[in-house]
């Protein structure tokens, strides 16, 4: 490759991972239950400077360990209280498994190989969604990432193959994966492996070891290669492991007497065993969603499925490393599909595997120019070219009440798909090795650049933040201390205590009324019977703020 083409490669692969990851992480409010919870805590430890002990408005609260609290209380500590530095530990998680497994690759398959998985995995829905989430699923996923990656050498997969692709660009073919160590030493391998596990043990608990030693045994019954399994049993790794995950279990079981009994026996086992939670969903819940994680590259699937069959029916040396990457995300799909409480971010950890797959055939059908590449490529041009009419089709159908009508930036997201599958269908007939998947690549990162400025418009629509906001700004006199909140959903109910910094209480009709009320633009009408009057400015479509008719009239 000349070297504007590296400058060309390098300037594309930065551009991905920021704007996939840290672009715009504060273009929406704090969304769902989740996050406003997640976030008070994080708050909470840098208020009170408690860092064991997580509480939700005071209160123990141990539905989660603490590693994603870590992360945000010590964002909110540098850059201040926000939704972009609550949601920053999940962009800074999934680029450090990014990376991780882009190393894995490169001394797996090669440059080629890892380059392109650097473009693929951030522009999958799964990893640009939850790397924007404020939540414990990216966190937890990106450290069991990286304990695989070292899992691969624990288990003597780190043999490097011959790559023809890098042969074509004239680099060196690294011979083994130890070459890309900063030291060959087993107990090097073996003691960071235990770490990041203790790490992912840290961010959701105990599925963290059941993934990992699941994943391993179920490559060792398919290679029989038992003995290469139980290197990841090393002293090292569990002196690693104990002395990452443990500490903090036993200080917070040694503060808090129920921590094992809530957290071990309620938000795990019950979890999982029962359908207490009300997460209950079917069966093949997460083939689906699975599909969605990787799109648009679900279609690179078909030629993955292709190669499997192949080394299989060959008993190809390639085999080893194909069904261990394939039981890291086979093994996942099983143990949740069983749980008997499904959420789609529970799947994550599955993704990164399927995308270290999907890379190696790509990239080696574009370079041969083999027969089924002329497939792959009119599927994603179908796709794209599907999504443009899609998004061009619904502009019509969003409320016209909210400022999230569109605008021409609609039209523009339709074009670049569309600009996208004619790139990619013309690459077809020029038969050029690398413009297929540059012309995919760089349209999803438009779509995700114009994507994220239309997101800022649903914000009204989606989180109660904009409601609590403009009725301290337009409202003299307005005071959370007499506010209450009124059959409000659950994560509503979160985010405006978030963003009111303040437990509001539940108001109930034949009480004292507060000043102000806040519900439901469905319960505007009853809240109105009710002695409430709201002002059109502070109506918006996720929460209304109701003034007391009784109290002073609105300037």
């Not at 996923?141 to 023809?164: D, H, P, Q, Y």
């Not at 070459?179 to 770490?195: A, R, W, Y």
Request: glycine fraction near 6%; proline fraction near 7%.
């Amino acid at each position: 490759m000349s070297r504007p083409a590296r400058i060309a490669w390098l300037l594309l692969i930065l551009a991905t991972l920021y704007v996939c990851y840290f672009h715009n992480l504060g273009t929406i409010g704090l969304i769902g239950p989740d996050e406003p919870r997640y976030a008070w805590i994080a708050r909470a430890m840098v208020e009170t400077g408690d860092w064991v002990t997580p509480r939700l408005y005071g209160r123990p609260w141990f539905e989660k360990p603490v590693l994603y609290y870590w992360g945000a209380a010590a964002s909110f500590k540098i850059f201040g209280v926000s939704e972009a530095a609550a949601r920053l530990p999940s962009a800074v998680s999934a680029l450090l498994a990014t990376l991780a497994l882009a190393w894995l690759a490169w001394g797996l398959y090669g440059a080629a190989t890892a380059q392109w998985l650097l473009l693929l995995l951030p522009t999958t829905v799964g990893m640009i969604g939850f790397s924007h989430a404020a939540a414990s699923d990216m966190p937890f996923a990106a450290m069991l990432t990286i304990a695989m990656v070292f899992a691969t050498r624990l288990v003597g997969l780190e043999g490097k193959e011959v790559n023809e692709v890098d042969e074509v660009n004239g680099i060196p073919p690294l011979r083994s994966f130890a070459s890309l160590s900063f030291t060959s030493s087993t107990s090097f391998t073996s003691f960071f492996f235990g770490f990041f596990l203790g790490l992912a043990v840290l961010a959701k608990g105990p599925a963290a070891i059941i993934l990992a030693g699941g994943a391993v045994l179920l490559w060792a019954t398919f290679t029989k290669r038992w003995r290469d399994a139980f290197r990841c049993l090393h002293p090292i790794a569990i002196v690693g492991f104990c002395l990452t995950a443990l500490p903090w279990y036993i200080l917070c079981a040694r503060r808090n007497p129920d921590f094992f009994r809530i957290f071990i026996i309620e938000h795990n086992f019950k979890r999982y065993l029962t359908p207490e939670f009300q997460h209950i969903q079917p069966f093949w819940f997460y083939i689906p969603i699975l599909l969605l994680a990787v799109f648009p590259w679900t279609v690179l699937l078909i030629p993955l499925g292709k190669q499997v069959l192949e080394e299989y029916k060959t008993q190809s040396p390639e085999l080893a490393r194909v069904l261990f990457f394939l039981s890291w995300p086979t093994f996942a799909l099983l143990f949740f599909t069983v749980s008997k409480s499904k959420l789609p971010g529970y799947i994550l950890p599955a993704v990164p595997p399927l995308l270290v797959l999907v890379a190696k055939p790509a990239v080696k059908s574009a370079r041969k120019r083999s027969e089924h590449w002329l497939t792959v490529v009119l599927g994603m041009c179908f796709l794209a070219l599907g999504l443009g009419f899609c998004l061009a089709s619904i502009r019509h159908r969003l409320p016209r009440y909210t400022d999230a009508y569109p605008s021409n930036e609609e039209f523009l997201i339709s074009w670049i798909a569309v600009i996208a599958g004619l790139a990619v269908a013309g690459a077809v007939l020029l038969r050029n090795r690398d413009i297929p998947f540059l012309a995919a690549g760089i349209s999803v990162l438009l779509l995700v650049l114009v994507a994220d400025q239309w997101l800022h418009k649903l914000d009204p629509q989606l989180t109660a933040g904009p409601s609590l906001f403009e009725a301290s700004r337009r409202s003299p006199g307005f005071n959370l201390s007499s506010a209450a909140s009124w059959q409000l959903r659950r994560s509503l109910f979160y985010q405006l205590n978030f963003y009111a910094h303040a437990d509001l209480p539940e108001w109930k009709p034949g009480g004292p009324k507060p000043a102000w009320l806040f519900v439901e633009p469905r319960f505007e009408g009853q809240a109105r019977a009710l002695g409430f009057s709201c002002p059109d400015y502070l109506i918006y479509p996720a929460v209304i703020a109701c003034k007391n008719s009784t109290s002073v009239a609105h300037p």
